[in-house]
């Protein structure tokens, strides 16, 4: 696995917390990791994005690329068309993927928002660029209620287009899970068909970076080089 495709089941539910774990935890076996953002949206000029995130937590070992960059907090293609800029494409996103590849152990690209979320006017998406990379996707879920559904949409998505899901994470595991997280946790991997491959707390993105790479090995599977036990590890379950 040498390109890795970070999606989700929606917005703000801990993709960026999530591709700082699965590289800080490649790091620490050594290998060398880049990390790639096609489209960053919400942020601007000289601002920093989520790439600059993931190199704070995972460390400056870690080459991080952004292809390109919108102020307002949209999807891309309406953020490139409200600012008056161009967009950018799967061809791109797949073209940076295989240079940084040559040079890397693992590439993990990051999008923005859920797996369809629009890339241009011509309605190409994250799911596109996987698709030219022949790369798997990691979806980073949310725990409570309406993930099952959300999560099963995904996976039939990228089955639709001949992709194969990785495995889940769920992003943000709450400090004190409520039935329905505790009842998705035992039935997520059914539901969506896909494995569980980790849980990452609440609240691990705002621990200092050296806590957070140090803990990150615990909060993922074997799948993704951790060493998290399943489900039966979390507390509150």
Request: glycine share 14%; charged share 15%; proline share 8%.
């Amino acid at each position: 696995m040498s390109v890795l495709v970070v999606s989700g089941t929606g917005t703000e539910i801990g993709k960026t917390v999530t591709t700082a774990a699965v590289a800080a935890v490649a790091l620490a076996a050594g290998r060398s990791v880049a990390v790639l953002k096609p489209a960053q949206t919400g942020v601007g000029p000289g601002d920093p994005g989520d790439v600059d995130e993931v190199l704070r937590l995972a460390g400056d070992r870690v080459t991080p690329v952004e292809l390109a960059r919108f102020p307002e907090p949209l999807a891309p293609s309406t953020a490139a068309r409200r600012a008056g800029l161009p967009t950018v494409s799967p061809a791109e996103v797949a073209e940076a993927a295989e240079k940084l590849a040559v040079s890397h152990d693992l590439v993990l690209i990051e999008g923005a928002g859920g797996l369809l979320v629009r890339f241009d006017e011509a309605g190409t998406t994250l799911a596109d660029a996987a698709r030219l990379l022949a790369a798997p996707v990691l979806i980073v879920a949310t725990a409570g209620l309406g993930t099952l559904n959300m999560s099963t949409l995904t996976t039939e998505a990228l089955h639709a287009r001949g992709l194969t899901p990785e495995g889940i994470v769920i992003g943000s595991w709450p400090t004190t899970p409520d039935l329905a997280s505790r009842c998705n946790l035992a039935e997520l991997a059914d539901a969506a068909g896909a494995p569980l491959l980790g849980a990452i707390p609440e609240g691990a993105g705002s621990l200092p970076a050296p806590e957070f790479r140090a803990a990150a090995g615990g909060w993922l599977g074997p799948g993704l080089g951790g060493s998290w036990a399943g489900p039966g590890a979390l507390s509150g379950v």
